[in-house]
T-cell receptor, first 112, second 112 residues
Framework: KAGVTQTPRYLIKTRGQQVTLSCSPI?????VSWYQQTPGQGLQFLFE???????NKGNFPGRFSGRQFSNSRSEMNVSTLELGDSALYLC???????????FGDGTRLSIL | KQEVTQIPAALSVPEGENLVLNCSFT??????LQWFRQDPGKGLTSLLL?????REQTSGRLNASLDKSSGRSTLYIAASQPGDSATYLC???????????FGQGTRLTINP
């Protein structure tokens, strides 16, 4: 069974640009969550989607947005990139809300 | 606000030793708690999940315990091997929020 797939693996952008990251969950998983990992703040929750509905959002500015499609694939978008957005962005999927969350290898975003 | 603390922050031991990693959390309103490992440059690998109604969960050489009322979980690794070297993270799943809250992790090094 294929794991969680995130694309692209690496991205380099400049300040002010926008970026879209993609996540394909494990087949059959309907919950998809996004996390940001930085050396200073560690892992922080961005948002969670279930059946195309955002159920929860973390404490991030409105520049961070996401969506989930009918096949459970998810995308997150960051607009007007800032240097502080440089991080590893991780996507996780689970079968149901109280089941184990399985993570992808992440997208490493670098802002120049 | 849920806060998660992991002690120690780093641990270096010779191969073959049994060891214990500690995790404490401030809010007992959790659905479950998950332990992960993270290798450098990679995503998170799920090790064990303990439901809030459980006290222990075992997988191979790993055993995790949970005392929800006191806000503590431990991960016991038996007969450690160099391949166990990684950062270990604990994360309770918060009730009503469908999100994991992570500690800063314990960086484990097993010396051959």
């Amino acid at each position: 069974k294929a794991g969680v797939t995130q694309t692209p693996r690496y991205l380099i952008k400049t300040r002010g640009q926008q970026v879209t990251l993609s996540c394909s969950p494990i087949s059959g998983h309907r919950s998809v969550s996004w996390y940001q990992q930085t050396p200073g703040q560690g892992l922080q929750f961005l948002f969670e989607y279930f059946s195309e509905t955002q159920r929860n959002k973390g404490n991030f500015p409105g520049r961070f947005s996401g969506r989930q499609f009918s096949n459970s694939r998810s995308e997150m978008n960051v607009s007007t990139l800032e240097l502080g957005d440089s991080a590893l962005y991780l996507c996780a999927s689970s079968l149901w809300w109280d089941q184990p969350q399985h993570f992808g290898d992440g997208t490493r975003l670098s802002i120049l | 606000k849920q806060e998660v603390t992991q002690i120690p922050a780093a641990l270096s031991v010779p191969e073959g030793e049994n060891l214990v990693l500690n995790c404490s959390f401030t809010d007992s309103a959790i659905y479950n708690l998950q332990w992960f490992r993270q290798d450098p440059g990679k995503g998170l690998t799920s090790l064990l999940l303990i439901q809030s109604s459980q006290r222990e969960q075992t997988s191979g050489r790993l055993n995790a315990s949970l005392d929800k009322s006191s806000g503590r979980s431990t991960l016991y690794i038996a007969a450690s091997q160099p391949g166990d070297s990684a950062t270990y993270l604990c994360a309770p799943l918060i009730q009503g929020a469908q999100k994991l809250v992570f500690g800063q992790g314990t960086r484990l090094t097993i010396n051959p």
